[in-house]
């Protein structure tokens, strides 16, 4: 199979909700235009490091067709209790590269565990996607349901080459998450003039400011009122800004800032 690659136009939307609540849906859209699933979600099992014990389980994201009331109850019993029961622990525990790992409704074990978070949500295989950060372990997991194929061999080595894509995705719109409820302001300027010194990318006061503006959600309007200036100023201003970066809108100023977080 030829290597995966992520459009440009994708990506920009991806990582433009990195830390939004539209990055789901985002994800969702795109995975679905690669192949058919019923559900996603993402959680992070929070681990000191590989081989040592995992200490708690933190929800991140869900999207899907099941009806919500389904989808809260197999969370809620899944954080308590279900993620010990879970076949998936052992490969986390020990995860230090990237993996795809298979889990199917035959595979549960405990009883209680395949009622609430397999058979009450009508999941028949589970392909999750792991990837290990400083502060533990991401998973992707996508879902097929009743009604559905299971995945085929082609289907996972898709979404095996989708991984090494999407978790590190994951991994950063946690990390922006609690940063934009910390302050968002900090996290994408920070980033940003993190890579202008790493590249050495030398930006005049102003328009180092104007950037700061574009990457903190203000309209153009917004940003000549702020800054005292025409606005036709301010379009002069980001159009020398992004020939330096090599970006041509604010979607890709986000990528831009984010690339090497």
Not at 1 to 6: D, G, K, P, T
Not at 12 to 29: K, T
């Amino acid at each position: 199979m030829a290597s995966l690659q992520l459009p440009v136009d994708t990506a920009a939307r991806l990582v433009s909700q990195l830390g939004n609540s539209g990055f789901p849906l985002a994800l969702w859209d795109w995975i679905n235009t690669l192949l058919p699933i019923g559900h996603l979600s993402s959680v992070r099992y929070n681990q000191p490091a590989a081989g040592q014990q995992v200490e708690s389980v933190d929800w991140l994201f869900s999207r899907g067709y099941n009806d919500q009331r389904i989808v809260e109850q197999a969370l809620t019993s899944y954080l308590s209790r279900h993620w010990r029961q879970d076949p998936l622990l052992a490969h986390v525990e020990q995860l230090l590269d990237p993996q795809l790992v298979l889990i199917r409704n035959s595979d549960i074990t405990a009883d209680d565990y395949a009622m609430d978070g397999f058979n009450q949500p009508q999941v028949i295989e589970e392909c999750n996607l792991l990837g290990r950060s400083a502060d533990g372990v991401y998973v992707l997991a996508v879902y097929r349901q009743i009604g559905q194929t299971p995945f085929t061999l082609e289907e996972l080595s898709l979404l095996r080459q989708l991984g090494e894509l999407i978790v590190p995705l994951v991994v950063q719109h946690a990390r922006l998450t609690v940063s934009t409820q910390r302050s968002q302001t900090q996290a994408l300027t920070y980033l940003f003039d993190r890579r202008l010194a790493t590249e050495g990318i030398r930006l005049s006061p102003r328009e180092l400011s104007i950037c700061h503006c574009l990457l903190l959600g203000l309209s153009s309007s917004r940003i000549a009122e702020q800054l005292a200036v025409r606005p036709s100023s301010v379009k002069t201003y980001v159009e020398r800004a992004f020939l330096k970066l090599g970006v041509s809108s604010r979607a890709e100023l986000y990528a831009w800032s984010l690339q090497y977080a």
